[in-house]
């Protein structure tokens, strides 16, 4: 489904595959890849190259233990300690080596978890109603689903503890239709209320120290202490563009009683619609009324962009 130009807190928290790959397409697969073998020291089946941009949609093979052995970044600050097995005569445990590495700067990390444990912005995607849902309020959560809902996903973690589920056949054949959030979640969310009510629970919460709030598009929202918000709500959009931020070439809309297109630009501008001057600025507003092909057109000073939209 098509949900249109989103934030990337919306798009974390409903799990849209489109931004996740997007994202990894502006950071690079270098770049990303460089994280993963040198700062988590992640050793894959096959070599990275291989992956290129799946690697957004979960196709690194892992096992449930390493997957939430990642996770434990995000409730420590960015701090990534090395999993051991303990063994004595009666027992094999895994324990946390002492020695911790600094892999994510903590403002980051801090974004993620402020996104992650906003259960009301997800009810788009799981509802209202949810196994993601628990009694208590400090926690985050991500769930996955692999093709053909082989593979039921989930990692929650509080300030305090970690739990992951992971649920499918052991032939790799397909379940029926178990999702993250309607397979592994069934048996986290019982887990979650039993640490809930254990001594390892406590009144901790995350720490947003370098989170702000910001209005974007007239709605209350959060980004990172010292954004240029302008720039950055747009970051990703037509990179190669001299001036047109938004719409896109070719962007199809379904025209309905209250449709309005978003002009922005890089700079004020003089905005034509099919020839016909409509304003000056960089953030204006297109009101259309019949359906068709609308030619965009913006000029400022030596600069003049022209793109094509329909409305449907």
């Known amino acids: 489904k098509y949900h249109g130009l989103v934030t990337a807190h919306y798009a974390l928290a409903n799990s849209l595959n489109v931004p996740a790959l997007k994202t990894l397409e502006f950071v690079g697969v270098d770049d990303f890849s460089n994280f993963l073998e040198n700062k988590l020291e992640f050793p894959p089946v096959q070599s990275l190259e291989n992956y290129q941009l799946g690697m957004a949609m979960g196709l ?153 709030n910001f209005e974007i598009n007239g709605e209350a929202d959060f980004g990172l202490k010292g954004d240029n918000l302008e720039s950055a709500k747009n970051i990703m959009l037509k990179l190669d563009s001299d001036l047109i931020l938004t719409p ?31 304003g000056s600025g960089t953030n204006l507003e297109f009101y259309p009324k019949e359906k068709g092909r609308y030619d965009i057109s913006a000029s400022s000073s030596d600069l003049r962009e022209t793109l094509e939209i329909y409305l449907r």
Do not use: C
Request: glycine share 6%; charged share 20%; proline share 3%.
């Open 60 to 212: 690194l093979e892992m096992p449930l233990i390493k997957l939430a052995h990642y996770f434990t970044i995000f409730p420590n600050e960015g701090k990534f300690s090395q999993l051991r097995l303990f063994q004595s005569p009666k027992t094999n445990a895994l324990y946390f080596s002492p020695m911790q590495k600094q892999v994510a700067e903590k403002k980051y990390v801090q974004l993620i978890n402020k996104i992650l444990s906003d259960r009301a912005i997800a009810q788009d995607q799981f509802g209202a109603q949810s196994l993601l849902n628990l009694q208590t309020k400090n926690y985050a959560l991500k769930t996955g689903t692999s093709q053909d809902y082989k593979d039921s996903w989930i990692i929650g973690y509080t300030p305090n503890y970690l739990v992951g589920v992971w649920v499918g056949n052991a032939d790799n054949s397909k379940t029926e239709g178990l999702s993250g959030a309607k397979g592994a979640a069934v048996i986290w969310n019982d887990i979650m209320d039993l640490l809930a009510n254990s001594r390892y629970a406590s009144n901790d919460n995350f720490q947003y120290s370098e989170i702000e």
């Open 248 to 278: 896109h070439a070719n962007d199809v809309y379904i025209l309905e009683g209250n449709t309005v297109i978003k002009l922005t630009s890089k700079f004020p501008a003089q905005w034509k619609i099919n020839d016909k001057f409509l």
